[in-house]
């Protein structure tokens, strides 16, 4: 008999990457810095040609609450989000679950509980979704997303 230990958290967090490495860095930081502690991160690589996998690895290896794993071969992008997903799902108990891209970070230190509180305040509420905000990056040559509540 095969017994699966399941990760036990107030909130997931999905995170599925391809080749991401200038922003990734920067998005699990924004993770790290919330002070709700009470969450696990899934990080899955889309099998990236660049450093994106050494970089989760890293933060994989210095917190216990960050799972990682790296895709065989590249596959389209929804299938790689569908693929994170179920891996975290699958492999955790939560309430309540979120994702994001490697480029989104979250500026404010209590995204997280602010997420949480909202959902709790409606009982009727399956889905709770933040504005999301724009903001030119270092490069000028890309957007990134910054996640905010008003």
Not at 13 to 33: F, G, P, Q, T, W
Not at 45 to 71: E, F, P, W
Request: proline fraction near 2%; aromatic fraction near 12%.
């Amino acid at each position: 008999m095969k017994f699966i230990v399941l990760n036990k958290a107030k909130l997931i967090i999905v995170l599925a990457c391809l080749n991401e490495e200038k922003y990734v860095d920067r998005a699990i930081k924004s993770i790290l810095n919330q002070k709700m502690e009470d969450w696990i991160l899934f990080c899955q690589d889309n099998n990236s040609q660049d450093d994106t996998y050494a970089i989760m690895t890293k933060y994989g290896q210095i917190d216990n609450r960050i799972k990682v794993r790296r895709l065989p071969t590249t596959v389209e992008a929804l299938k790689s989000f569908n693929s994170a997903a179920e891996w975290a799902l699958s492999n955790s108990i939560s309430k309540f679950v979120t994702w994001f891209s490697g480029d989104d970070f979250f500026v404010e230190p209590d995204y997280f509980e602010k997420l949480i509180e909202t959902s709790e305040s409606l009982s009727n509420s399956n889905i709770i979704a933040a504005p999301k905000f724009l903001l030119e990056s270092e490069s000028n040559s890309q957007d990134s997303k910054i996640f905010s509540f008003d």
